[in-house]
């Protein structure tokens, strides 16, 4: 029989449901104000975690436990929260992808995982109903909201939370679950019936499942807990696996880097975050943004969470941070609660955390942060740090820094290559190739919040990862250098190098050399032509009303005074860049590299 299992941080979330059932959990948009702001509500730590183990029984029940690869398509908000957590009180692996990146290549990303459960909101059943030959094996689902056209429960008719009585006779009454239905709730009762007499009189108020859920043993490290779809913004999709430790060490790691100071109240755009600052006792609040566009939230709307909740900390990317900084320099607006701000995504401007420095209290502290999918965080590096002339390197060519390693986190460099590296030997035969690229290398790391396996495709384990004894490094895919001092500095995706006749040239040490120009809001490096004899091509994105004559001269003139830049001569004005669909702030430099061959009449060589 297998032993049933939950995932050990848990335990911090229970010590504060213990500590302070009543504090606030999530805090989330509903409907609007009468001055059109958003309004909104809550739920305390004590009904996130009653409903999180009423969701958790009942799954358990229809026999998705440890082990059981769960389809979770569901938007931000309560329910998201509540259905992790139940899942991560059973042991299930929850398979989570961005749908942004379109609708084939998330049927094919998800039928690799060869789910077993499916729990998700209308719109994605519809496409699991519809294309069902890429959901043979699921055996159990959930919808979030109504049902249109299949059958099975809906979160509602779950309940949250409710009591053992309300739950034998929730199931006999829902028609809907039919003959599964059946099976769970005579599998409940035979559960609840069993553990009755254990019930004290101080314990009735309980939710039922706190028998069964807190009698599970806590799952060895090494097990899956996650499985993470890339984006595939800079190649294709692939399945991480973020095992029980990887996922524990974030959480140490995310406290370490707030200096182990509580949290307090933390404003959420990315829901692992929102997971690990719940494992921290943090109020979460969530602000009205859609996941896949957001780039498009509302600054105001911010503004007003961070003030009228007294938000201590928030993790944004760029494409939300800018906007927010244009919002607070043209209203004036201060948000005095706010210590810190904690970017990742894609590179933020160096303005942009200067402008925030200016506008935010005097104590407050903003990071760069660096990291992936497979390895979050990587490293971190506070503004002071930064703007202390690391910043100035950037715009002479150096690359942006990223900081130093996070806690417990090692990086080294490989030589830059396509193939496969299997072992640190063969790494380490060469080693002699960096001193043609001048020190830039593939970045590699490993550590205990890092990803040793890619669940799919096999072949990307292999492309991914070099073995060193005990050790798995994770090949980030990634140039950097590492200077004296062990900070990284980021020169761009290797996948995104330019292959002149000259040598590679990187995307990022190049760019940052232009985007300091007064008109240029950012700047994409390209190559067109075959590879080996590219023609490095600078895709630009001008300011609205910028006379790009004159900027085109000016962007010459820079290129001639560096010798990474000296190879650019055609600058492409492009009206918007192409990002990424998680963070809307990675440029798809891919998609602009084919619009520069078709704006010069070239075959992009790809």
């Given at each position: 029989?297998?032993?049933?299992?939950?995932?050990?941080?848990?335990?911090?979330?229970?010590?504060?449901?213990?500590?302070?059932?009543?504090?606030?959990a999530?805090?989330?948009?509903?409907?609007?104000?009468?001055?059109?702001?958003?309004d909104y509500?809550?739920?305390?730590?004590?009904?996130?975690?009653?409903?999180?183990?009423?969701?958790?029984?009942?799954?358990?029940?229809?026999?998705?436990?440890?082990?059981?690869?769960?389809?979770?398509?569901?938007?931000?908000?309560?329910?998201?929260?509540?259905?992790?957590?139940?899942?991560?009180?059973?042991?299930?692996i929850?398979?989570?992808?961005?749908?942004?990146?379109?609708?084939?290549?998330?049927?094919?990303?998800?039928?690799?995982?060869?789910?077993e459960?499916f729990?998700?909101?209308?719109?994605?059943?519809?496409?699991?109903?519809?294309?069902?030959?890429?959901?043979?094996?699921?055996?159990?689902?959930?919808t979030?909201?109504?049902?249109?056209?299949?059958?099975g429960?809906?979160?509602?008719?779950?309940?949250?939370?409710?009591?053992?009585?309300?739950?034998?006779?929730?199931?006999?009454?829902?028609?809907?679950?039919?003959?599964?239905?059946?099976?769970?709730?005579?599998?409940?009762?035979?559960?609840?019936?069993?553990?009755?007499?254990r019930?004290?009189?101080?314990?009735?108020?309980?939710?039922?499942?706190?028998?069964?859920?807190?009698?599970?043993?806590?799952?060895?490290?090494?097990?899956?807990?996650?499985?993470?779809y890339?984006?595939?913004?800079?190649?294709?999709?692939?399945?991480?696996?973020?095992?029980?430790?990887?996922?524990?060490?974030?959480?140490?790691?995310?406290?370490a880097?707030?200096?182990?100071?509580?949290?307090?109240?933390?404003?959420?755009?990315?829901p692992?975050?929102?997971?690990?600052?719940?494992?921290?006792?943090?109020?979460?609040?969530?602000?009205?943004?859609?996941?896949?566009?957001?780039?498009s939230?509302?600054?105001?709307h911010?503004?007003?969470?961070?003030?009228?909740?007294?938000?201590?900390?928030?993790?944004?990317?760029?494409?939300?941070?800018?906007?927010?900084?244009?919002?607070?320099?043209?209203?004036?607006?201060?948000?005095?609660?706010?210590?810190?701000?904690y970017?990742?995504?894609?590179?933020?401007?160096?303005?942009?955390?200067?402008?925030?420095?200016?506008?935010?209290?005097?104590?407050?502290?903003?990071?760069?942060?660096y990291?992936?999918?497979?390895?979050?965080?990587?490293?971190?590096?506070?503004?002071?740090?930064?703007?202390?002339?690391?910043?100035?390197?950037?715009?002479?060519?150096?690359?942006?820094?990223?900081?130093?390693?996070?806690?417990?986190?090692?990086?080294?460099?490989?030589a830059?290559?396509?193939?496969?590296?299997?072992?640190?030997?063969?790494?380490?035969?060469?080693?002699?190739?960096?001193?043609?690229?001048r020190?830039?290398?593939?970045?590699?790391?490993?550590?205990?919040?890092?990803?040793?396996?890619?669940?799919?495709?096999?072949?990307?384990?292999?492309?991914?990862?070099?073995?060193?004894?005990?050790?798995?490094?994770?090949?980030?895919?990634?140039?950097?250098?590492?200077?004296?001092?062990?900070?990284?500095?980021?020169?761009?995706?290797?996948?995104?190098?330019?292959?002149t006749?000259?040598?590679?040239?990187?995307?990022?040490q190049?760019e940052?050399?232009?985007?300091?120009?007064?008109?240029?809001?950012?700047?994409?490096?390209?190559?067109?032509?075959?590879?080996?004899?590219?023609?490095?091509?600078?895709?630009?994105?001008?300011?609205?009303?910028?006379?790009?004559?004159?900027?085109?001269?000016?962007?010459?003139?820079?290129?001639?005074?560096?010798?990474v830049?000296?190879?650019?001569?055609?600058?492409l004005?492009?009206?918007?860049?192409?990002v990424?669909?998680?963070?809307?702030?990675?440029?798809?430099?891919?998609?602009?590299?084919?619009?520069?061959?078709e704006?010069l009449?070239?075959d992009?060589?790809?």
């Amino acid at each position: 029989m297998t032993t049933a299992t939950y995932w050990q941080a848990i335990d911090r979330f229970r010590a504060v449901v213990a500590a302070d059932p009543d504090r606030e959990a999530v805090i989330y948009p509903a409907g609007k104000t009468a001055s059109g702001l958003p309004d909104y509500r809550h739920l305390t730590y004590r009904e996130l975690d009653e409903w999180s183990d009423t969701i958790g029984l009942h799954l358990a029940a229809a026999g998705v436990g440890r082990g059981t690869r769960t389809i979770v398509l569901v938007l931000p908000s309560p329910e998201l929260y509540a259905i992790m957590l139940g899942l991560l009180k059973i042991g299930a692996i929850p398979v989570v992808i961005d749908p942004g990146m379109g609708l084939r290549k998330m049927l094919n990303c998800l039928r690799a995982a060869n789910a077993e459960a499916f729990i998700g909101i209308p719109q994605a059943h519809a496409a699991r109903v519809l294309f069902g030959k890429y959901f043979r094996n699921v055996r159990v689902t959930l919808t979030v909201g109504p049902r249109w056209f299949w059958s099975g429960p809906t979160l509602r008719s779950w309940g949250a939370p409710v009591t053992a009585g309300r739950l034998g006779n929730r199931f006999r009454t829902d028609g809907a679950a039919g003959p599964v239905g059946a099976k769970v709730a005579a599998r409940l009762e035979e559960l609840l019936a069993a553990r009755a007499e254990r019930r004290t009189a101080g314990e009735h108020r309980a939710p039922f499942d706190a028998f069964t859920l807190r009698e599970r043993v806590p799952a060895p490290a090494d097990e899956v807990l996650l499985i993470a779809y890339t984006t595939g913004s800079t190649g294709p999709a692939k399945a991480v696996e973020m095992t029980h430790g990887n996922l524990s060490a974030m959480v140490e790691q995310v406290h370490a880097a707030r200096g182990r100071v509580e949290p307090g109240t933390s404003l959420i755009t990315l829901p692992l975050v929102g997971i690990l600052d719940m494992l921290l006792g943090s109020r979460c609040v969530l602000p009205p943004l859609v996941p896949s566009k957001v780039g498009s939230t509302d600054p105001a709307h911010v503004v007003d969470a961070l003030n009228r909740f007294g938000v201590k900390t928030m993790f944004a990317s760029p494409a939300v941070l800018i906007p927010l900084l244009r919002h607070l320099e043209t209203h004036k607006t201060p948000v005095p609660t706010l210590h810190s701000i904690y970017s990742g995504g894609a590179p933020v401007p160096d303005w942009c955390i200067a402008g925030l420095r200016q506008v935010l209290a005097e104590h407050a502290e903003v990071y760069a942060g660096y990291g992936s999918t497979e390895a979050l965080p990587m490293s971190t590096i506070e503004s002071r740090e930064l703007l202390g002339g690391l910043a100035e390197r950037a715009h002479l060519g150096d690359g942006t820094c990223v900081g130093r390693p996070a806690e417990g986190v090692r990086a080294r460099l490989v030589a830059i290559t396509d193939d496969p590296i299997p072992t640190w030997a063969q790494a380490e035969a060469r080693e002699s190739e960096l001193v043609a690229t001048r020190g830039i290398g593939e970045l590699v790391v490993s550590g205990p919040n890092v990803s040793t396996r890619y669940y799919w495709p096999d072949s990307a384990n292999l492309a991914g990862k070099i073995h060193e004894d005990d050790t798995v490094w994770h090949r980030t895919g990634d140039l950097a250098w590492i200077d004296g001092e062990g900070r990284i500095w980021f020169c761009g995706r290797k996948s995104q190098r330019v292959h002149t006749a000259a040598g590679p040239m990187f995307s990022v040490q190049v760019e940052q050399v232009f985007n300091i120009l007064p008109g240029v809001v950012r700047t994409a490096l390209v190559g067109v032509g075959a590879r080996g004899a590219q023609l490095p091509v600078l895709c630009v994105e001008a300011a609205p009303g910028t006379d790009t004559a004159a900027l085109t001269s000016q962007l010459r003139q820079r290129a001639s005074e560096f010798d990474v830049t000296a190879p650019v001569s055609t600058f492409l004005f492009h009206p918007k860049f192409p990002v990424d669909i998680r963070h809307n702030a990675k440029i798809g430099r891919e998609q602009l590299a084919v619009w520069a061959a078709e704006q010069l009449g070239k075959d992009d060589g790809r």
